[in-house]
Each structure stands twice: as structure tokens, then as C-alpha cells.
């Protein structure tokens, strides 16, 4: 099991260091969080928000020699590499945050939502998040592959295909190392108490048959979202992922039509070697942080979670 307490040291760099635009990892002397200083990432193409015409999407079908070299891909025939004919993709980020940065382009037809993609396209994206993830774990020096989404804009997305982004890291985020130390001091699982109580409550969105989707009973922001396996030992990299396409697909949906295909993020937390019940959460940028957020990392949120979870299931039971 990997400490994800640990502060390796060695993966820090001097601030003096700042005249390279090589991404490295520093060290907020405040409060000890890792930052990941990536300069050459302002010069990434803005490709959303009306950004579309103006250069070729990268990440479309043909044009492959627009990105590096994939390293992986989920083809339904049998063709060569870095050339059409995928239905997911994984290649390195041209503009890395750190020395371990992937992108996954998701679906062979351009959309900017996830909603416009069906099961059989997350299936394949699924598969190719699982193999990507267990191969960077394989990456000495790696503690965990921590996989995550931007769509649109104001979510951070500066490319409107469908596309994941998966950074190998070498400890746990900090909001993972808080979860961790948290649940192994409760007497039950917070996520199957979450699960055992969304529909008696009316947060349940969608039930899977190994996955659900569903409002926290304590969201921090309007319409957070969770979407989680039903069995506390589920593996994320062994679970069944068809299902987990299924049930992605409905979260999407509901997301899109039930709040008007919005900016969101969308995030793995998971705990590689640890007992922990790995989940979804999708943040949708329908309100704004504000200073209790940003200065004091405590939220306010108006919405209660039943609402949010009526909004959803009526977007999915419209589409």
C-alpha cells in the first residue's frame, strides 16, 4: 500500500528554478500542498467557447499527427497506430503539468458533451481509462494515477472534443490523503452510507446494476454529484466496465439535460493498495467559488441535495 502521507522531497525543486519551463513540483511552505508549476501550459490553444473555427480539433479522427504519439488505444478493427479508426485514445498532454501527463480523446466524432457520446463510446473510453491508470501505478516513483475531466470553458477545458486527463503523481492529493484518514477513523463507510440512504431521502438519480448515481447527502456546491460502485470492495480497475459505461452515460445525461449542458468537472477519487470505496464526483460550474471557498477551503451551498437530485432524474427521464 502506498503512504499517502509521505512528502517526497526529491520530487521538489528550488523556487529559484523559475526561469525553466520544465513543469516541476513545489512546495507551499504554508501549508505543505504540492503545486505543480507548468508554465508551458499558457501555450495551449483555446479551443472552446466559439475558439472551434479557428484551428482543426486536434483530437478528431485523421488528425492524430496533431498530437504526440499515442501510447494506447481501444480500436474496434484491427489498424495501425496513430492513425483513424479508435473509439479512444491515449496520447502525452503536448503541454504536460508534470512528467506523467496523458490525455484520453473519447469518441470518434466531435462533441464537446459527454451526454452526445452513447454507452458504447464510454465503454471503450472506460477501458482505455482503466489500462492507462493501471500502467502509470506500474510507473516507479508513481503513488497513484489521478484521472480527471473538464468540459467546457469555464470548467477549464481549453479543447472542445470530449477528452480525460490522467496525471501520475507521486503521493495522493491532498483531498485524498484527508478522505483516507478520515474514513479510517469511522466505524462505516461514508459512501455506502450514502448509498444505503439516497433514495429513502430522494437523492438517488440512477441505479445501475453496479453503480449508482446519486446527490451526496452533504454536497458543497449546488448540484454535486456522485457516482459510485455499490460494493464498498470494488475495484476501479476490475469493475465491470460496461455497467460503469451504462451508468456514466445516464450521469451525463442527466447532467446535460437536466441542468442545461453545463461546464463541468469530473474527477476519480481512489486510493491505490488502500481499502477505499473508489467513486465519481462531477462539480457542475453552475455557481461561483467565492471567498469562504477559495480563502478558508469551506463551502456554501443553497441548494439542498434532494432538489439537485430532482432536477437530474427529470433531465434523464426526458432524454
Not at 42 to 56: I, K, M, V
Not at 73 to 93: D, E, L
Not at 149 to 167: D, M, P
Request: one cysteine or more; a neutral charge.
Amino acid at each position: 500500500m502506498h503512504d499517502g502521507n509521505r512528502s517526497p522531497a526529491n520530487h521538489d525543486h528550488a523556487a529559484q528554478d523559475g526561469g525553466t519551463d520544465t513543469p516541476r513540483t513545489l512546495r507551499d511552505p504554508t501549508t505543505g500542498r504540492p503545486v505543480l508549476l507548468a508554465p508551458q501550459r499558457q501555450q495551449r490553444p483555446q479551443l472552446t467557447s466559439g475558439g472551434e473555427g479557428a484551428r482543426r480539433c486536434p483530437f478528431c479522427p485523421g488528425h492524430e499527427a496533431d498530437t504526440p504519439a499515442e501510447v494506447d488505444a481501444v480500436r474496434p478493427v484491427a489498424n495501425a497506430a496513430n492513425g483513424p479508426g479508435w473509439a479512444a485514445r491515449a496520447f502525452p498532454n503536448k503541454y504536460p503539468a508534470n512528467a506523467h501527463h496523458e490525455v484520453i480523446a473519447e469518441g470518434n466524432t466531435h462533441h464537446d458533451q459527454p451526454a452526445d457520446l452513447d454507452a458504447k463510446a464510454w465503454h471503450a473510453a472506460v477501458l482505455l481509462w482503466q489500462r492507462r491508470v493501471a500502467a502509470l501505478e506500474r510507473t516507479p516513483g508513481l503513488a497513484t494515477a489521478f484521472l480527471f475531466k473538464n468540459v467546457g470553458a469555464l470548467a477549464g477545458a481549453s479543447i472542445a472534443h470530449n477528452h480525460s486527463q490522467v496525471l501520475g503523481l507521486p503521493e495522493l492529493p491532498p483531498r485524498l490523503q484527508l478522505e483516507l484518514a478520515t474514513v479510517r477513523g469511522l466505524a462505516e463507510c461514508p459512501w455506502c452510507a450514502a448509498l444505503a440512504t439516497a433514495a429513502g431521502a430522494g437523492r438517488l438519480v440512477h441505479r445501475g446494476a453496479h453503480h449508482s448515481v446519486l446527490a451526496p447527502a452533504v454536497p458543497k456546491l449546488p448540484h454535486e454529484t456522485w457516482l459510485l460502485p455499490h460494493r464498498c470492495d470494488d475495484d476501479f480497475l476490475t469493475t465491470d466496465a460496461a455497467a460503469l459505461a451504462t451508468s456514466l452515460h445516464a450521469l451525463f445525461t442527466a447532467v446535460a439535460a437536466g441542468l442545461g449542458r453545463p461546464a463541468f468537472n469530473l474527477w476519480l477519487h481512489r486510493v491505490p493498495g488502500a481499502r477505499f470505496h473508489w467513486h465519481f464526483e462531477l462539480q457542475p460550474r453552475t455557481g461561483q467559488m467565492a471567498g469562504l471557498e477559495l480563502g478558508g477551503d469551506m463551502y456554501i451551498n443553497s441548494l439542498p441535495p434532494a432538489v439537485s437530485a430532482a432536477r437530474l432524474r427529470a433531465g434523464l427521464s426526458q432524454s
